[in-house]
């Protein structure tokens, strides 16, 4: 495992415990040589990941599009920057830089990156780890309804498995290393 996608939240969130995990993940990332990919922006817990990932003197690589370039003031001190057109753009990039992808909280467009690397998982377009480090409890609401989307047999478990759920950086990298994929075959 080389680089990891880290999408998380362009603020800090409520709770202090999501910028500290923020910060865990970082020093969890460069202690294992591992290259941050992330939406390039300096604030929030995006800011934090990545400051924390170069202070521990690791790498950090930002994608953003030029629409937001300036929105989410971009990180300046990063490894590299890549800006592209498009959201479109900067998610495809994203996806072929990396070996796995990890969420952090976030609102929505946390979310859509998570579930479109995941949904791409679930029809084979990718082979690699999708996982949700659990700060604070944040997703256990988004647990429940996987586990009611499986009752109403929505999702198949083998593809709820797919999505790697921790309260630990270094717990969900360790289960990364040994991920496999599922079958392919939707209907079974």
């Known amino acids: ?29 460069a202690k294992r040589n591992i290259t941050l990919v992330y939406g390039g922006s300096s604030i929030g817990l995006m800011g934090a990941v990545a400051d924390t990932v170069l202070e521990e003197g690791g790498q950090a690589i930002g994608v ?13 001190g990063l490894t590299e920057l890549i800006t592209v057109e498009t959201m479109h753009e900067r998610k495809a990039k994203m996806a072929d830089l990396v070996d ?16 479109e690397v995941f949904t791409w998982g679930q029809i084979g377009l990718h082979k690699k ?24 047999k929505f999702l198949q478990e083998k593809f709820r498995k797919m999505a790697i759920i921790e309260e630990e950086p270094a717990a969900l990298l360790d289960k990364f ?12």
């Open 1 to 29: 495992m080389k680089r990891v996608a880290v999408y998380c939240g362009s603020s800090l969130g409520a709770s202090e415990a999501y910028k500290t995990g923020a910060i865990h993940l970082g020093k969890e990332l």
């Open 64 to 76: 953003i599009p030029k629409l937001l370039e300036e929105r989410e003031i971009s990180h300046k």
């Open 100 to 115: 796995g992808f990890v969420v952090l909280p976030g609102g929505t467009g946390t979310l859509e990156e998570f579930f």
């Open 177 to 188: 290393l040994n991920y496999q994929a599922p079958s392919i075959k939707v209907f079974e």
């Open 129 to 152: 780890p999708c996982g949700l480090l659990n700060i604070n409890h944040y997703y256990d609401p988004l647990i429940s309804l996987f586990n009611h989307m499986i009752d109403q």
